[in-house]
């Protein structure tokens, strides 16, 4: 066994109140399955051997969160919270101290918290303490039963009698347990209950009745461990965390109009002095550098941004590299495979895919650049295309540094343009053009004088 700290995830359960095919742990928050935010403040708070108990779609579960410090715990039925760590005994085997137990469905649990319930937990000596929170409205949490600091039990809403239904301090479900005692508590564990289920809650009464030393601790904001039970909540828990999110870049120097409508996943990157207009997301494996300016309606997902980019209203980027002091759209396109290596302009109705484009390259308007290999200094009138796709197969367009490309002109790839040549508006370019060349192919213009006349003059008789 490995060494470190050990805590329990429930995670088993099936969520029926999300109506959803999904296990209820997969649902995500700020870019993440929920799962992944008990677990980070896990880690985060030093527990190194984590136990996950999964039961619903645990094969998805499994699939997205493998890890070398995690040890999956099946739980075939849910028989209840209790039977839920009695699962996870056997992996705990030859493990004897400070056991930590989440629920994977309280995503806003702070590690700060958890630190603190561990050593206070320490310090009392105590076998059970549990986070509890003052609730205004404790409906459906199990209550606390204190005998001044010493906490007797914790009997569920629908066990409760009228008076015990009045306490407002309620069970979180976070606890930390002394392993030993509470691997043998859960032996003693039965179902006489409303829900006919082994309730862990149940191992307090246990420690009492055994002459040892149990406690509560008490978070001072309720809202930290809001429980997601259905999709109203987990919209509750969402409004919450972006809060967090927005609130701590602000904090560090980033500028927000209205950050109420910014919508940043969990470990997007932003530099000092960026700007972000209303209606912002930022999505994934994102980072964004210093002073940018990003403006309402853009979405970037998975992509790198550097320093002073100015990403106009309405573009969209997926997966792409831009480089520092570009200036893109509004309303352009990096589709994934885009590079841009610096002051590149990617104006309105341009769209690109595995491009990449070298320094100061413009495409100002309406132009589609894919497959394509683009020097520096190269600039792309409007209108043209790279005709990438035969229907079959992808071919590559080649544009060497200071090309002048005119406007309307198509690249049939595979396709490749010497240095510093120009090709004429309105051009099909099928052929390789040499540097420093002039490529044309159009029509000669045929002009038929006083024909509009003739015809009218027809049409009258
Ligand atoms: C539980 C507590 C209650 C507390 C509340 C806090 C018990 C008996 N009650 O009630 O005191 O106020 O949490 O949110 O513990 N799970 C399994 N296997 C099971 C059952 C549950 O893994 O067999 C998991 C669920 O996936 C969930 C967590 O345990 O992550 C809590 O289960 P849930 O049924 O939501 O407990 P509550 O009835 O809310
Ligand atoms: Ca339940």
Known sequence: MNKGLAAVILAAGKGTRMKSTLPKVMHPLCGEPMLYYPLE??????????KVVVGHGADVVRERFSSPDLTWVVQSDQLG????????????????GPLLLLCGDVPLLKTETIEHLRDFHAREKAVVTVLTAQMPNPHGYGRIIRDGEQVMGIVEERDATDLQREITEINT??????????????????????????????????????GKTTRALCVADPTEVMGVNDRCQLAEAEVLMRWKINSDLMYAGISMTDPTTVYIDNGVELGVDTQLHPNVHLRGKTSIGKNC???????????????????????????????????????AHLRPGTVLSGNNKIGNYVETKKAVFG??????????????????????????????YDGVNKYKTIIEDDVFIGSDTQFVAPVTIGRNSLIAAGSTITKDVPANALALSRS???????WRLRKQKKSED
């Open 444 to 450: 000669n213009q045929r002009v038929i004088d006083g």
């Open 359 to 388: 320094e100061g390259s413009q495409a100002s308007h309406l132009t589609y650049v894919g497959d394509a290999e683009v020097g520096r200094n190269v600039n792309f009138g409007c209108g043209a295309i790279t005709c990438n």
């Open 81 to 96: 919270t209790g039977h839920a760590l009695m699962c996870a005994a056997d992996s705990l085997r030859g493990y004897s």
């Open 173 to 210: 479900g976070t606890y930390m347990f002394d392993a030993a005692f509470v691997l043998s508590a859960l032996r003693g564990l039965n179902k006489n209950n409303a829900q006919g289920e082994y309730y862990l809650t149940d191992v307090v009464a246990a420690a009492v009745a055994a």
């Open 293 to 331: 300016i990003i403006e309402t309606g853009v979405v970037v997902v998975d992509s790198q941004i550097g320093d002073g980019v100015h990403l106009k209203a309405g573009s969209a980027i997926e997966e792409s590299q831009v480089g520092p002091a570009c200036k893109i759209g509004p309303m």
């Open 41 to 50: 403040a896990a880690r985060q708070a030093d527990f190194r051997q984590l």
